[in-house]
């Protein structure tokens, strides 16, 4: 599967354009700025920084034609990562404290409050087994979000999360594509 994501210096699709069809750790060597895009096909998480760091922002198939106020960004995109399309099960623990400490509990579906679910008020560190998944700072899917694919994260503070806390996930469905 491929994906494929058009950047536009301008809003509205306007000025010189630069097409992505796989991850992109640096945007600034093909453009000097960006102001919408457009997704033709696939998932993308686009990024504020480069190296696929900063503020993360979800992005399926549609039109964005000024998506910096839409998602009230000060800054344009400079990295973007394309989102494989998954057909397996889902599982992801997730941990109170850094380092996998604390409470723990695993997950195979959405949950969209951890603090109504489990009765837990943070989630320090997580290891996704199972499928790509999208953690969110409030509950119910809302505030910045963050892509995580299988791995084990230690610690989002060191990854550069310090001031988020995540209440809420979801899986990256294939009916989504």
């Not at 000097?32 to 997704?39: E, I, Q, T």
């Not at 380092?99 to 997580?126: A, W």
Request: glycine residues 10%; neutral net charge; hydrophobic residues 30%.
């Amino acid at each position: 599967t491929h994906g494929s994501i058009i950047f536009y210096e301008d809003r509205n699709f306007m000025g010189r354009h630069y097409e992505c069809m796989s991850d992109c750790a640096d945007m600034s060597s093909y453009m000097s700025r960006c102001h919408s895009c457009r997704v033709e096909s696939g998932c993308f998480m686009v990024y504020d920084r480069p190296n696929y760091m900063g503020n993360q922002y979800f992005f399926r198939r549609g039109e964005y034609g000024d998506y910096m106020s839409m998602m009230g960004w000060r800054d344009w995109i400079r990295s973007c990562r394309m989102i494989p399309m998954y057909r397996g099960s889902y599982r992801m623990r997730i941990y109170e404290r850094e380092n996998f400490g604390g409470q723990m509990y695993e997950m195979m579906d959405d949950c969209d409050s951890i603090m109504d679910r489990y009765r837990m008020s943070d989630c320090m560190s997580c290891h996704v087994m199972d499928g790509h998944w999208l953690m969110y700072e409030h509950p119910h899917y809302r505030g910045r979000m963050m892509y995580m694919r299988p791995g084990e994260y230690r610690s989002f503070r060191e990854m550069g999360y310090g001031g988020m806390r995540f209440m809420s996930m979801r899986r990256i469905m294939d009916s989504w594509y």
